[in-house]
Each structure stands twice: as structure tokens, then as C-alpha cells.
């Protein structure tokens, strides 16, 4: 057990932080919209210019083939250097559609999408939610008929994170009409172009409309865009979602002690009624401090993970625990900041720039619900982890 | 840079863990004739193994080994609510310049209290007939000797920790230390103790959660205690991983160890308390009885959250420290 880099890795994050200081753009990003989209094309862009692009990707795709532990690294730096955050328009590309084609992609596939994919040029989302299918997915009824050499795709799918810019769609769909559950499902890329798909978007309580839902009329899909088996879908969806809880939200663990910082120095300016500085009072101090505790815990769980991946290759049932705690801790920080600001938290236009903390507050739900509510991270918990009975 | 147990420590770990389930099983604490003293025939047996001198340089007899291995055999501790006598035993070696008086401590011969502040007097844990006492703070520790004064027993919540007040006298310091060394250690070790016990009370829920059948089902399948079970690993795992952090920080010398040790105490006293509390709940009516093991947990997890550090300070110090990346 230690804590100490080597001199590679010390290496590494000081070439990391030079480039970042001199590269990360001045302005904002643009909240919404095609402007953001094209800020985060651009950004990533520059990262694959500069070989910062897909880290952790095999070098033989494109990738810098780092070790776990230098992901980390990257990601602290990228929080450090307060860079464009990794959860854009291009994250279900990177690390979602990337990581399973190169799991299970045929070389045609990954040879066209994964350049295209690290250099920002093409945006991908995901299409497995649907109105009637979410926490249980494995219901999902979007049809995709076997004809010729095409699949023809009917259905809707929901939830849809920007449908409205991507190119392509990792998309899960009933190819069995016979089969229940998670048998007879194919994963197919989409072309987002196609004839016959229309996105709508939804407006949410963050009054954006980050999220789509999106309408298939016998969409055409050619069979060569069958990633893995058709029928065995699920696996090749497994594989996706596991990254996700795995190892996607490293940023995020990483950025939440920087965020509890900072909300230290915001509550030493702001003033009470009283006349006092908000950290002078005790119900104030003490959840800050509790939940600088918990990041503390957050990035050691992180290391602990990479131990683990070290030792047994894969990460271990352990991702949920990582989703909890962290979309848990964002959560009571956000709820701190409610109470530490006066009437300013409750002005919102949906500007998520003048409006940042109140914007938090409420993407603090989406955190808790995208990607596998955390009543299913505990359900994954109970079977995977701790070996309950199922009653499912 | 690796936060988990490796190599030999995975085997101190389980060399501990199979010498503590023989000496004091949890089975000790329950009936009438349940005794919290250390005693010197355990005190002997820990002895022999070397144990109270785990952290202790070679040169002083000890097995020169350490925070980590501190910090993973009071987590086997912990799983058993070990008495705090353990602790205090090892750390007060540590204190000791007297050759003679830690070769004592060392062999068990003698045993020591942990001597707690307790407004204008000391309050004794540990077994009645300990002649000597620990007293930590952050900057200093001073071994005492109690053989002259007057104490009286005090009845313990806690059957794993037998308490004493002074009636009359005053201690006699034999050796202080100074620096932060021992409250340290003290402090990884308790935390170390508050994660065996967050995880004990989790294994013992889950275990019968897989056997107790209400409603024709086993209460495992119903989500109320699921999604409970699913809270408690998580409160386990950040615990232990903190734990991790804090005894690799403080092996290493970091500037920042101390930050480490407070996040690391302050969630290690959550999950213990929180588990041991919840673990009762989900046992239902069984939970509440004597010949349970869940009290145990509960009422040595809550003795636990106040020794080196009270939530209070340890968050006061908290919000103010800063860790490096």
C-alpha cells in the first residue's frame, strides 16, 4: 500500500499541467446549444492535435495507451487547470460508442468511427432508454426488422442526450420479435442522418433541452453496423454501461474536492442577517467539512479502484458504490450552496453561466437519475456486490 | 502509488485476523459472567505474537513495521470490539524510555489504561487491575502510573471496555513523548477499529438477510433492506479507502497525513455507528436482545467515535485543512 508516483507518472502530470496552462481557451463554454456543441468539437479537436486526445484508448487505436493511474492523472489536471469539463456533446462518443467498438467492433467499424471519434469530428449519443423502458431496459420494445442486408428500425427511444448534434447513435433495438428480456436484442450504429428519425427535444427542469426523444419510421440500418452479434445485444450494452459506472466519472470524482474548496471561500465572503460570515455558523462548517471528508473518500475510493483494475485487470462490481457516493456528495454540496446564498440562488433563466450553482443545484438530479437511477445502483449493489436474493 | 493491502500484508492482515477470532471472540462480551479485562494471560498471548510492539523500531524490541500494518490489525481488532487495553498497551511501548519498563509492556507483563480527560479528572478504559495509563493528545503522551491512586468502577455501556474514575490522588508521569506521533497512531487505530466494525455489522445483515424469510420470502429480496445493505457497503467502502489513504499518508510522512487521519476517523465513526445502528434495525425484534452481536457493534462503535477526536474537532480541523494532489 502506498501513495507515492513514480517518476514517470510525476513526469507525466508535469508535462500534463504545462500544456494545460497554455492551452486551455479563455472563454467560457457557450451553455447550450449548437454553439456548445461546436465548442466542445473544437476542444477536443485541439486535445487530438496535441495527443491529449482518448488517453485511455489502446495506442493502436489512436490512443495514449496510459495506465490507469495516468488517466487519473489527466483528469486531475484537467479539474486543476479548470479545462473545458469531459461530460460534453462529445462524452457518449468518447467514452461510451469508443471503448465499445473497440471492445467489440469489427475492424471496418473501428477503422472509419474511432479517428473520427477522438478528433472531435463526429458526435455520437445513445439510444437505449425508451418511454417504457428505462430503470428496466431490458423491456425494450424498439423494433428492428432483418431485411436484406439492411435492418429496419421502428420505435422511440427517450432520454437521448444531444440527439440533436450527434452523428451517430448506439443503438439498442428488439431484433427477436419472439424474445423477452435481454435476449434477441442487436446494438447497431446509427446513422443519425438516416431518413425516417426525428428528434424532439425535451424541455427540462433546468429549462434546457439537453435531452431528446427521438422517433424511428422504418429507419434503414445496413447489417455491417451490427456491433458484436445480432441477438446478443445485451452483452455488447453490458459492456458499454459497465465503463460508465466503472471508470466515466473520474472527472467528476476528482473536480468534487476543488468544488468543496470553493465553496469554503464562498461561504467565508457571504454574510448573514446576523452580521456573521456563513462559515462562522455551525450547521454551515460542519456539512462542508463532513463533505470534504467525503471527496477525500471519493478520490480514495478512485485509487482504490485502480488497485483493484491493477490486480484483477476489470473494474470490479464496485462502480456503483462510486456513482452513489458521488452523485450523493454533488447533491448536499449543491443543497449547502442553497443555504449559503441568498435570494441570488433562486434567480434562473436556465443560464447555466450567470447562474452556476443554482444550475448544479438542479443538475444534481439528472446526476442521480442518468445512467442508472441510484435505486438501481443499489439494487446492483445487493445482487452483485453483497450476493442478496433477487426477487427480479 | 497502490491503496489496497498487497503481499505481506495481506498476511499480517489474515495472521491477525485468525489469531484475534481465537483469543477474543465477540462471544466473550454476552452473559452475565462476560468480562471486559484484557488480563494477563491474554495480554501474554498478544505478547507472544508480537502484536503491542507491531509499530515499535527493531532496535527497541519492537517488529519495526508500519502504519499500514497498524492500521490493518486494528481493523481485525475492531471486527471483534477489541479492548481499547490493546491499543494503549502498544502505544504507551512507544512512549516508555525506560528499557526495562517497555520490555515490560512489550511482554505483557504489565497492562495499561487509555486515560481519557474527562472535565477536571481522568476517566480509566481498559481492565481495573491496570497499574498504568496512556494519556494522548495531539502534541504530547504521558504514561502514568495509577497503582498508588484511587479509582472506582464506573458500569460501562460498552461490555468490550471496562471504565474507571479517580477518586483520589493525583497519577505520576513515568515518561512523556512529545510530538504528534502517538495520537497518531492512536487515531489510525481507532479509525482502523471503526471500519472492522462498519463492516462486521454489514457481513452480519447480509448474512441473515440470505436466511430470514418474512411473508413467505427471504428478507434479502425486499428493497427496504437492499437498498439499507447497499448504503452500509457504501459507508464501509468510503471508510476503509479513506482508511487506506490515511495510513499510506502517514507512512510516507506526508505534509497532509493529518488531514487524511481526520477525514479518515470522522467517516470511519459515520459508517460504524450508522452500520452497527442499522444493522440492529434490519435484525428486527432479534436485534435488540443481549445474546445479538449488534448491540456489541453499536455501543463499542459510539465509546469508539470519541476517543482521538471527537466529530466536532475533527470537522473543525477539517474545513480548514488542505490535501496535496
Known amino acids: 500500500m502506498d501513495l507515492r508516483y513514480s517518476e514517470e507518472d510525476t513526469e507525466f502530470r508535469a508535462r500534463a499541467r504545462a500544456w494545460l496552462q497554455t492551452h486551455v481557451p479563455p472563454s467560457p463554454r457557450p451553455p447550450r446549444g449548437r454553439a456548445a456543441a461546436d465548442f466542445d468539437r473544437a476542444w477536443q479537436r485541439k486535445l487530438y492535435e496535441h495527443g491529449w486526445a482518448g488517453v485511455a484508448w489502446p495506442k493502436e487505436y489512436g490512443g495514449r495507451g496510459l495506465s490507469a493511474l495516468q488517466q487519473v492523472i489527466w483528469y486531475e489536471e484537467l479539474a486543476r487547470a479548470r479545462a473545458p469539463h469531459h461530460v460534453n456533446t462529445t462524452y457518449v462518443a468518447l467514452m461510451h460508442a469508443g471503448p465499445t467498438l473497440i471492445a467489440r467492433g469489427t475492424e471496418e467499424q473501428k477503422a472509419y468511427h474511432l479517428p473520427r471519434i477522438l478528433s472531435g469530428e463526429a458526435l455520437w449519443c445513445q439510444g437505449f432508454s425508451e418511454p417504457n423502458a428505462g430503470s428496466d431496459l431490458a423491456s425494450l420494445t424498439t423494433r428492428g426488422v432483418v431485411d436484406g442486408t439492411d435492418i429496419a428500425v421502428t420505435g422511440v427511444k427517450m432520454w437521448t442526450t444531444d440527439a440533436q448534434h450527434a452523428d451517430f447513435q448506439e443503438l439498442l433495438v428488439r431484433t427477436d420479435p419472439a424474445s423477452r428480456r435481454h435476449h434477441g436484442l442487436t446494438w447497431l450504429i446509427c446513422d443519425m442522418r438516416s431518413p425516417g428519425i426525428e428528434v424532439r427535444p425535451i424541455t427540462t427542469m433546468l429549462l434546457d433541452e439537453h435531452v431528446n426523444t427521438v422517433f424511428y419510421n422504418e429507419v434503414r440500418i445496413p447489417q455491417a453496423n451490427v456491433v458484436g452479434e445480432i441477438g446478443d445485444g445485451w452483452s455488447t450494452a453490458l459492456a458499454t454501461l459497465a465503463f460508465e459506472r466503472g471508470t466515466g466519472f473520474i472527472g467528476d470524482q476528482l473536480e468534487l474536492y476543488e468544488r468543496v474548496q470553493r465553496v469554503i471561500g464562498l461561504a467565508k465572503q457571504v454574510r448573514f442577517e446576523d452580521g456573521r460570515s456563513a462559515i462562522d455558523h455551525d450547521d454551515i462548517a460542519e456539512r462542508l467539512a463532513s463533505l470534504k471528508a467525503d471527496t477525500m473518500a471519493i478520490r480514495a475510493m478512485t485509487l482504490a479502484s485502480i488497485a483493484e483494475i491493477d490486480r484483477s485487470g476489470v473494474p470490479g462490481p464496485k462502480g456503483s458504490l462510486m456513482k452513489l457516493m458521488v452523485t450523493s456528495t454533488h447533491k448536499a454540496l449543491s443543497e449547502v450552496v442553497g443555504d449559503i446564498l441568498g435570494w441570488e440562488f433562486l434567480e434562473f433563466d436556465g443560464d447555466r453561466a450567470a447562474h452556476p450553482w443554482t444550475y448544479d443545484f438542479l443538475w444534481s438530479w439528472v446526476y442521480t437519475i442518468a445512467g442508472g437511477t441510484s435505486e438501481i445502483q443499489r439494487e446492483i449493489t445487493a445482487d452483485r456486490l453483497l450476493g442478496l436474493p433477487r426477487a427480479r | ?325
Not at chain 2, 467502502?237 to 510522512?253: D, M
Not at chain 2, 455507528?273 to 462503535?301: C, F, P, R, W, Y
Open chain 2, 1 to 325: 502509488m497502490f491503496l489496497a493491502p498487497d503481499g505481506a500484508e495481506i498476511e499480517i492482515a489474515d495472521t491477525a485476523a485468525k489469531f484475534l477470532s481465537r483469543a477474543i471472540p465477540l462471544d466473550r462480551l454476552h452473559g452475565t459472567g462476560a468480562s471486559p479485562a484484557l488480563g494477563a494471560s491474554l495480554r501474554a498471548d498478544f505478547a507472544a505474537l508480537g502484536w503491542f510492539g507491531l509499530v515499535l523500531p527493531e532496535a527497541d524490541g519492537g517488529s519495526g513495521l508500519s502504519a499500514v500494518e497498524h492500521a490493518l490489525f486494528y481493523r481485525e481488532v475492531g471486527r471483534h470490539c477489541g479492548p481499547v487495553d490493546i491499543l494503549a498497551q502498544g502505544l504507551a511501548a512507544m512512549v516508555s524510555g525506560d528499557r526495562r519498563l517497555r520490555a515490560a509492556l512489550l511482554a505483557g507483563e504489565q497492562g495499561v489504561a487509555l486515560a481519557i480527560e474527562d472535565g477536571p479528572t481522568l476517566r480509566l478504559l481498559g481492565s481495573h487491575d491496570a497499574a498504568l495509563a496512556l494519556h494522548v493528545e495531539r502534541s504530547e503522551a504521558r504514561l502514568l502510573d495509577v497503582s498508588a491512586i484511587e479509582t472506582g468502577p464506573r458500569p460501562s455501556l460498552d461490555p468490550a471496555t471496562g471504565m474507571r474514575t479517580i477518586v483520589r490522588g493525583t497519577p505520576r508521569p513515568l515518561a512523556v513523548s512529545s510530538g504528534g506521533e502517538v495520537w497518531s497512531l492512536g487515531q489510525l487505530g481507532v479509525a482502523a477499529m471503526q471500519v472492522g466494525i462498519a463492516e462486521t455489522a454489514l457481513a452480519l445483515i447480509v448474512d441473515y438477510a440470505k436466511v430470514r424469510e418474512t411473508f413467505g420470502r427471504k428478507i434479502g429480496t425486499y428493497q427496504a433492506v437492499r437498498h439499507a445493505c447497499a448504503d452500509m457497503a457504501l459507508r464501509a467502502e468510503a471508510a476503509r479507502c479513506q482508511l487506506w489513504s490515511a495510513a499510506a499518508a502517514l507512512k510516507e510522512r506526508r505534509s497532509d497525513a493529518h488531514a487524511h487521519l481526520d477525514a479518515a476517523k470522522h467517516l470511519a465513526n459515520r459508517a460504524a455507528v450508522m452500520n452497527a445502528d442499522v444493522d440492529i434495525q434490519l435484525h428486527g425484534g432479534i436485534g435488540v436482545t443481549e445474546e445479538h452481536h449488534a448491540h456489541l457493534l453499536l455501543k463499542h462503535s459510539v465509546l469508539l467515535a470519541r476517543l482521538f477526536g471527537s466529530k466536532r474537532a475533527l470537522l473543525a480541523r477539517l474545513l480548514h485543512a488542505e490535501i496535496e494532489v
